[in-house]
């Protein structure tokens, strides 16, 4: 089936192993999409949607204890333990795999084994990355041709370049004892079972373009991050591209689509990814990034025509959808989308208020990109596009203002560093407590954050022309836990802000915590933000932030001697800062 003797083997060995009823390389081409649809409807595991309405579009039930990521069950498993970092739960590579053998033996029983070849990145360039991904899930083997660019071109290249990262992954008995996520970045390989959650299951994903490449990305001085790509044309025509971290359902997908507010006639915005970036520094000494990606799988619930146009029109045809509700009519719906009462909850059961949501807070649908008006050609670009801004974001109700510009590189790996944010329904356990999330990668880095954080500073050393990095929060809320900011399109307001300042046109005002925006230069035109809530958004209050700072000397702190001497120092000279303010 190939003429690369090494994947050869290692199918021939997992298929000893798993001892699966029969084996399908996938091409990736239509037919092969199309058979897939037809064995999981056939099966169950997909319902069609109302054809009329919803053409070639599905609904898939997951298993109701297998709906997000699972970060207690999920390993980095260098050969030294401090190599995965305090930041990792770690297991030695020998346990590890000595417990994925014995629970992949037999696994694939009575099922199909799919090779998935796939390639991260524009198929031609040279900063995309391949891999193969075993599974027997029908799911996850047509999740992954909307997700990436798979088939034969892929495998072609794989054969063309020799290396490429093993995924092995098996639904197993689904038992959430049973399920394990193991990543082995030396070996560039990763065992995923028990899970056929997105980010457990699709491993070209977070386990590939994440854990493992952050790793090699260190080793070979580029950079893996947890970004949305995005370009913004302003009226005369000059074309912006910002990357953007915010961790999991915290805005990327609704940011890299966004449709500019009326009063915004001539912005236009660009859509290159919505959640992963690769970034490398160019001969010009500027951040290049492609978008390793080639679907979007994004948060269901929230999405309206009110706040993300772009998506709704992109899921009227070829998507599929997990655990949202059903109309009475075979319709997907969720939380937000309207005011229509759905016939059906996500799991099946008649809908009734009393069982909770009607969708699963973290339902998603999988769609490929290009359904998406937004999307821009720029993203099939081998050399990828030049990075202007880097934006870190949160979840917070309190503290983080609207937006803050860091006063350089290494005090925008400080902001990065010590983001927190709000728990979403994207990982299993409790939602809405703060937690801290560096760059958005606290569930994502494949090494000990001291090292990563040294990696940030070093990269930055190394552009001539760095990025300027800021902080935003689209989440602070009043005494009534309302929000006082409207967010969705009219964060273009935001960033408008943030491109003048890149292009050093309009002037900030100067806190120990970095540069606010002057009085009346975030432009409100035709927004309800009251005179009050806008100087809450814009305020920094020193006492609280003082108390923050000492959390994040003692998080710093946690991470050992790893941690950059120059990361304490940026943050004392914050907490200095800010302890004359409050004493002047
Ligand atoms: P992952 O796919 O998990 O990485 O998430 P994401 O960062 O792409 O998040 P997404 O854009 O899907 O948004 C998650 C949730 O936040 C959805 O329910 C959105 O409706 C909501 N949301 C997004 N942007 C905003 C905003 O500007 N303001 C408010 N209030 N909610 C937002
Ligand atoms: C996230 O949780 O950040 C996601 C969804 O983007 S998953 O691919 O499942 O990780
Ligand atoms: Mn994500």
């Not at 400080?414 to 703060?434: F, K, N």
């Amino acid at each position: 089936m190939t003429s690369n003797q090494a994947l050869a083997d290692w199918v021939r060995e997992v298929a000893a192993l798993t001892q699966p009823e029969k084996i399908h390389w996938c091409d990736g081409s239509q037919a092969e999409y199309d058979a897939l649809i037809a064995d999981m409807l056939q099966s169950g595991t997909l319902i069609e949607l109302d054809p009329e309405t919803r053409p070639r579009s599905y609904l898939h039930r997951s298993d109701p204890s297998d709906v997000a990521r699972t970060e207690h069950l999920t390993f980095v498993c260098t050969p030294e333990r401090d190599d995965a970092g305090p930041n990792n739960q770690w297991l030695s590579p020998a346990d590890a795999h000595a417990r994925m053998d014995a629970l992949f033996a037999g696994a694939m029983r009575g099922r199909t084994l799919y090779v998935v070849p796939y390639c991260m990145g524009p198929i031609d360039s040279p900063l995309a990355r391949c891999g193969v991904e075993i599974t027997d899930s029908p799911y996850v083997a047509a999740s992954m041709r909307i997700m990436t660019r798979m088939g034969a071109p892929a495998l072609r290249r794989i054969e063309r370049e020799g290396s490429f990262v093993r995924g092995l992954h098996s639904l197993g008995d689904l038992h959430p004892e049973r399920r394990f996520i193991m990543h082995f970045p030396h070996e560039l390989s990763i065992q995923s079972i028990g899970s056929g959650y997105g980010g457990n299951a699709l491993l070209g994903k977070k386990c590939h373009a994440l854990r493992i490449a952050s790793y090699q990305a260190r080793q070979e001085g580029w950079l893996a991050e947890h970004m949305l790509i995005m370009g913004i044309e302003d009226p005369q025509g000059r074309l912006h591209y910002i990357a953007a971290a915010f961790p999991s359902a915290c805005g990327k997908t609704n940011m890299a689509m966004l449709i500019p507010p009326q009063e915004y006639q001539g912005w236009k915005v660009k859509t290159i990814g919505d959640d992963i970036a690769w970034l490398h520094v160019g001969e010009d000494g500027r951040l290049w990034a492609i978008n390793p990606e080639a679907g979007f799988f994004g948060v269901a619930p929230g999405t309206s025509r009110h706040t993300n146009a772009n998506a709704v029109d992109m899921l009227q045809h070829d998507t599929i959808f997990t655990n949202v509700a059903l109309t009475e009519d075979g319709r997907p719906w969720w939380e937000g989308l309207s005011d229509e009462t759905p016939a059906y909850d996500w799991q099946g059961r008649p809908y009734d208020p009393a069982n909770g949501p009607a969708a699963h807070p973290n339902s998603r649908f999988t769609v490929a990109a290009r359904q998406c008006a937004s999307w821009s050609d720029a993203a099939e670009r081998p050399s990828g596009v030049p990075i202007t801004a880097i934006i870190f974001g949160g979840r917070r109700a309190s503290l983080a203002p609207l937006v803050l510009e860091a006063k350089n590189w290494q005090h925008g790996v400080l902001l990065g560093a010590s983001m927190a944010s709000e728990t979403t329904a994207a990982a299993t356990g409790q939602v809405g407590v703060v937690r801290r999330d560096p760059m958005a990668m606290q569930p994502f880095c494949g090494y000990h954050f001291g090292d990563y954080w040294a990696h940030w500073l070093a990269t930055g050393a190394r552009l001539s022309q760095a990025p300027g990095i800021y902080q935003v929060n689209w989440f602070r809320r009043d005494a009534e836990r309302r929000f006082l900011w409207p967010g969705y399109g009219e964060n273009l307001r935001v960033l408008k802000w943030i491109i003048e300042r890149c292009q050093g046109s309009i002037d900030a005002q100067e806190t120990p915590v970095g540069n606010l925006p002057l009085h009346g230069d975030i432009d409100l035109t035709g927004l309800d933000v009251s005179h009050e809530h806008m100087r809450q958004l814009t305020h920094i209050e020193p006492q609280d932030w003082l108390s923050e700072m000492d959390e994040v000397a003692s998080f710093l702190h946690g991470y050992g001697p790893r941690v950059p001497q120059a990361l304490h120092e940026e943050r004392e000279r914050v907490s200095q800062g800010l302890r004359q303010q409050a004493s002047g």
